[in-house]
């Protein structure tokens, strides 16, 4: 008798030491889709610490604040699996409240229950707990009213289903649309909304609306990534488009604005089996545009500038800001300075984002592969509108671009926007500056 419950003892031992160790892969795999869904972008507010919440969020009803969602008991820590995914995957909070729609419960829709039971082990065992409380929108009345969410969810948000592949679709096109669609939630900035706030389509079977571009949003455009060669992605490699994701460059472009945070805190740390799954499945969507051409490099532009011609509008301005990075044959400096010919952001129909980039400037993260930094000026504080206008317009149109003409009274309608948003430290550099 003794004996047999000594090795019963010794089994139920042996059985706490394998489930603790399920547990630490369990986190472990959670750590990893956490950061394949880049959850620490929007739920870490500048200087704050990991996914304490507080970063403010403009939407075109008014200014929301994500939300503390580390283990302590003013964040996660006293929510029930169910309850978790409840909020994930069906945008319902614990107090019954529907979620706005910044939180992607549309997307996560479709992210497999297994994948949530990792997820819920990272963030209440794997997260290091933060006392903070969460911070109310700033929404005017009765648009703060969250009654009205519910019967949005009802109408636009899908069925709650664990992704399945369509059958005989490949293994890696199935695994980078389950990333893309689900859990990276790549619709929610790169498909255009309804004035309804939906986004037109959640997936490829719902329609060439699908990661076709958006709106601006804080002073940038998220493009399209389908298979247009004017505006989206018809002319990059797969092996392109995984070195873009993996390091933020390549030879064909660098990234900037809000996809920096993407490759910053998610992208470079996916594997390279799931960035060729991401890089495939969006190579297979076609171009919204069935008249989409290839760019055809024009050369006389470059001519005019190497002869000392800089009679068009904007070369001046070019020449005088541009070209030393940018080169006056708009070719760029390869994973350095981006080309400028055939570079699918300036050819876009709405440009604001390359006007955002020359009032404010950006910089060119570092990576894990990749740790070099470049920074490029902004330029707000030494030409007027016009001058930008001018500049610009000559960029979207120059070397065989097709991008349109832009209008001073665009750059001054963004300037003053910028200047809003601007924070005191960047204040005090534009004030360096000039």
């Known amino acids: 008798m003794k004996a047999l419950v000594i090795a019963t003892l010794a089994l139920l031992g042996c059985g706490s030491v394998n489930a603790a160790e399920i547990d630490q892969n369990l986190i472990k795999q959670g750590e990893y889709l956490a950061r394949a869904g880049d959850c620490v972008a929007c739920h870490t ?78 963030f209440m065992h794997g997260v290091a707990p933060v006392a903070q409380e969460n911070k109310a929108s700033d929404i005017p009345w009765p648009l703060s009213m969250r009654w009205p969410l519910a019967g949005w969810r009802w109408m636009f948000a899908p069925a709650v289903a664990d992704y399945k592949a369509a059958p005989g679709e490949d293994a890696v096109v199935s695994r980078g649309a389950y990333l893309v669609e689900g859990l990276g939630h790549c619709g929610a900035c790169h498909t255009p909304r309804a004035l309804t706030m ?47 994701l993996k390091t933020g460059r390549s030879d064909r472009s660098a990234v900037f604005g809000g996809m920096s945070d993407v490759v910053t805190h998610s992208m470079q740390y996916m594997t390279d089996n799931d960035l060729t799954a991401i890089a495939r499945y969006l190579k297979s969507l076609p171009a919204s545009d069935p008249n989409d051409q290839p760019h055809q490099y024009d050369k006389q532009v470059a001519q005019a500038l190497w002869n000392g011609d800089d009679s068009k509008p904007g070369a001046s301005v070019y020449i005088d800001n541009c070209a030393a990075c940018h080169r006056t044959d708009g070719h760029g400096y390869t994973k350095v300075f981006p080309a400028l010919a055939g570079n699918p952001v300036l050819q876009s129909q709405d440009p604001t984002s390359l006007i955002h980039i020359v009032l404010k400037g950006g910089t060119l993260p570092a990576t894990h592969t990749a740790p070099s930094t470049f920074t490029m000026p902004g330029f707000a504080w030494r030409l007027s509108d016009q001058e930008v206008a001018h500049v610009v317009s000559f960029i979207r149109s120059s070397w065989g671009n097709g991008g ?26 534009i004030t360096q500056q000039n």
Do not use: C
């Not at 283990?71 to 929510?79: A, R």
């Not at 571009?213 to 490699?237: F, N, T």
């Not at 209008?407 to 001054?412: D, G, L, P, Q």
């Open 404 to 429: 349109s003409p832009v209008k001073a009274s665009e750059v001054a309608d963004l300037r003053t926007n910028d200047m809003k948003t601007t924070s005191a430290d960047d204040l005090g550099q």
């Open 198 to 244: 939906q986004e037109k389509a959640l997936n490829a079977g719902e329609g060439s609306a699908f990661l076709s571009g958006s709106a601006p949003l804080e002073g940038w455009i998220a493009k399209s990534l389908r298979g247009d060669h004017k505006d989206g992605l018809g002319s990059w490699s797969e092996e392109q488009l995984v070195q873009f």
């Open 45 to 122: 507010a500048k200087d704050g610490k990991p996914f304490a919440g507080g970063l403010p969020m403009e939407t075109p009803i008014g200014t929301i604040y994500s939300t503390n969602i580390t283990p302590d008991k003013t964040g996660l820590g006293d929510y029930s699996f169910e309850e978790f995914d409840k909020a994930v995957r069906h945008g319902v909070a614990k107090n019954g409240s529907t979620l706005y729609p910044a939180m992607p419960y549309p997307s996560y829709a479709s992210v497999n229950e297994t994948d949530m039971n990792a997820l819920y082990a990272y």
